[in-house]
């Protein structure tokens, strides 16, 4: 495994981190430094008397561009949080609301797990490693047809699509798994108008499928093929 390479002063570089045998262009780590001059003592809050907490701050145009460049190129993906050590009266809950800072400001990664590390003390930089594996595996996850019928039943039953373009909700006919890394899916529809499905109900199956399958980290891509009556 590659070392973490950090600089004098315990930051990230920020450079792609991949075990041996990981295609370059399948796992991507998005590293955010708080600002060197965070103060230690400072309590981690929620946006209150609209100060920001330092990993906010952090989280620049350059963070955004490259959250987006990574999005776009459906790339399994982690954030790691560096200088975790910096932040002192630590609670319990204080891990997740700056990760809910981070995913706010970071809406196009919302598939990718958050790590909060400490290149300086090498506090959970292991955990950098296992989180890559996961994805890397997450990437290469196949569905077989049984799963993804009761998948399909289970989430229509909960939500059903809107009506869209229609007077009558369009007829969802099937779901078939077509390629991995990412995984890839064909939503079968009994329209002649594949408008008649709403994308907010696409986005709906990918978060619910990941959700039940614990694909963190990976895209999950669903074309939407019309079928048309006979």
């Known amino acids: 495994r590659p070392a973490v390479r950090p600089d004098p002063d315990g930051a990230f570089y920020h450079a792609p981190v991949v075990n041996p045998g990981h295609d370059l262009a399948e796992i991507r780590e998005a590293a955010i430094d708080q600002p060197s001059g965070a103060q230690p003592g400072r309590k981690v809050l929620r946006l209150r008397g609209g100060e920001l907490p330092p990993v906010a701050e952090a989280v620049g145009a350059q963070e955004r561009i490259l959250a987006g460049t990574l999005a776009e190129s459906h790339a399994g993906t982690i954030v790691?949080?560096?200088?975790?050590?910096?932040i002192e009266g630590k609670e319990t809950h204080t891990m997740r609301e700056y990760e809910d800072e981070?995913?706010?400001?970071?809406?196009?990664?919302?598939?990718?797990?958050?790590?909060?590390?400490?290149?300086?003390?090498?506090?959970?930089?292991?955990?950098?490693?296992?989180?890559?594996?996961?994805?890397?595996?997450?990437?290469?996850?196949?569905?077989?047809?049984e799963e993804l019928e009761a998948f399909?039943?289970?989430?229509?039953?909960?939500?059903?699509?809107?009506?869209?373009?229609?007077?009558a909700p369009p007829k969802i006919l099937g779901l078939s798994q077509i390629g991995t890394a990412p995984p890839r899916f064909e939503l079968a529809l009994k329209s002649r108008h594949r408008k008649k499905l709403q994308e907010s109900y696409v986005r709906y199956l990918q978060n619910r499928f990941r959700n039940e399958f614990g694909l963190e980290g990976t895209p999950i891509i669903i074309h939407v093929k019309p079928v048309q009556a006979g």
């Open 80 to 86: 790691v949080v560096n200088k975790w050590d910096l």
């Open 152 to 167: 399909l039943k289970r989430a229509i039953v909960h939500h059903r699509p809107p009506k869209g373009m229609g007077s």
């Open 102 to 145: 981070v995913r706010l400001m970071l809406p196009m990664l919302a598939h990718a797990p958050v790590t909060f590390v400490s290149a300086l003390t090498g506090r959970r930089v292991e955990k950098i490693f296992e989180r890559i594996d996961a994805v890397q595996r997450h990437r290469f996850a196949q569905c077989t047809p």
